[in-house]
C-alpha cells in the first residue's frame, strides 16, 4: 500500500514528512521567494550571508578557526562589541573606565546596575522615598 503525502507545497510536489516540505520550500520550491542561499558544511542554513559568516566565527561545531577578539588581560570575545564593553567596563588593565556614579558615594560600571542600586540599596534613595512618602501623607490631610 504506497504512502500517502499529506504534506503538500503550493508548487504541486507532496511530501510524507512536514520537515522535508520546509526545506523544499527554504531551498528549491520556485514559488518561494525568500531562498537559503547560504549553507554551512555543518548542516545550517541562511538566507544572508551575514548570518552564515557570525554563526561559523562563533557556534558553528565544524569550524575550527573561530575569529576571537582578545584583551590584554586574557579574557576572550567572539564579538569585537563584547571586546569594547569588557575594556569600558571591566577590564583589569585598563585604567579608564566608564561608570555610574550614585549620589551616595558608589559607582557601577553598567547602568542598569546603578538603577537596580537607587531602587533597593541606596540610603539616600530610601531617605527620599521615605520623605516622599510621608509628604504624599501629609498632603493628603484636609485641614478641618
Same mark, same amino acid.
Do not use: P
Given at each position: 500500500m504506497p504512502r500517502t503525502s499529506k504534506y503538500k507545497c503550493e508548487c504541486g510536489n507532496s511530501f510524507t514528512r512536514k520537515d522535508s516540505r520546509d526545506i523544499h520550500k527554504r531551498t528549491v520550491c520556485p514559488l518561494e521567494t525568500v531562498k537559503i542561499r547560504f549553507t554551512?558544511?555543518?548542516? #545550517?542554513?541562511?538566507? &544572508? @550571508?551575514?548570518? /552564515?559568516?557570525?554563526?561559523k566565527r562563533t557556534i558553528c561545531p565544524l569550524e575550527t578557526v573561530k575569529i576571537q577578539f582578545s584583551c590584554d588581560c586574557g579574557s576572550v570575545f567572539? &564579538? @569585537?562589541?563584547? /571586546?569594547t564593553k569588557h575594556k569600558q567596563t571591566a577590564c583589569p588593565l585598563e585604567t579608564v573606565k566608564i561608570r555610574f556614579p550614585c549620589e551616595c558615594g558608589e559607582s557601577f560600571t553598567q547602568k542598569g546596575n546603578l538603577i537596580t542600586h537607587k531602587r533597593t540599596a541606596c540610603p539616600l534613595e530610601t531617605v527620599k522615598n521615605t520623605i516622599s512618602v510621608?509628604?504624599?501623607?501629609? /498632603? #493628603? +490631610? @484636609?485641614? +478641618?
Open positions: 554551512c558544511e555543518c548542516g #545550517r542554513f541562511f538566507t &544572508q @550571508k551575514s548570518n /552564515l559568516t557570525h554563526h567572539s &564579538q @569585537k562589541s563584547n /571586546l510621608y509628604a504624599e501623607a501629609f /498632603l #493628603r +490631610i @484636609k485641614v +478641618i
